[in-house]
């Protein structure tokens, strides 16, 4: 598959089979992070794989009740220290390469960011000098929703100037 139909295939997913993910799959999703650019290549942010049953369904309330957090095959919860400059922009960098890579694998992904950033960090052990930023659900679709309408280049993008739109 190449990077564009990747892009193009990639859907938030919010129906998951009841199916784990095997380790060798996961490695290769975590791999594809690992290699994602990073300021300085300081790389200041970590990853919770939670494939715990009973962890993932008690996620679910402090993840906007949001039933499919339980369902998924991994919940990952992303983590930044707070010290590093431009750490969030790092992590959201390798979560989207992992997006990428899960589409090529057969998985879907969906973006959390209605969460209790605090009461996961209780639930999961994380230090308080540490943030948590974003999470993702990755799983096996039970189904792929189809594409939305997108905005046109002109609608998004200018051309050297605010009051120019790109030819």
């Known amino acids: 598959m190449e990077v564009k139909e990747a892009i193009a295939a990639r ?7 009841s199916k ?3 380790d060798e799959i996961m490695a290769e999703l975590l791999e594809a992070m690992r290699l994602a650019p990073s300021a300085n290549n300081r790389q200041p942010w970590s990853v919770i794989v939670v494939t715990d049953e009973d962890m993932k369904r008690k996620l679910v309330p402090v993840s906007g009740g949001q039933r499919f957090v ?3 095959s991994a919940y990952l919860v992303g983590v930044t220290d707070r010290s590093a400059p431009y750490s969030m922009m790092d992590l959201t960098m390798a979560l989207d390469h992992l997006t990428l ?3 090529e694998l057969g998985l879907g992904t969906c973006w959390i960011g ?10 999961l052990g994380i230090p308080q000098d540490k943030d948590v930023p974003i ?3 990755v799983g096996y679709p039970v189904q792929t929703p189809t594409a939305r309408r997108r905005k046109t280049l ?3 993008f200018k051309n050297n100037a605010w009051s120019t739109p790109w030819p």
Not at 11 to 17: A, C, D, G, T, V
Not at 114 to 123: A, H, R, T, Y
């Open 154 to 156: 002109s609608e998004l």
């Open 11 to 17: 859907r938030s997913i919010r129906k998951y089979l």
């Open 114 to 123: 209605d969460f209790k950033p605090e009461e996961v960090k209780k639930m």
């Open 101 to 103: 890579r899960a589409v």
């Open 20 to 22: 784990p993910i095997p």
């Open 70 to 72: 339980g369902e998924c």
């Open 135 to 137: 999470c993702m659900t």
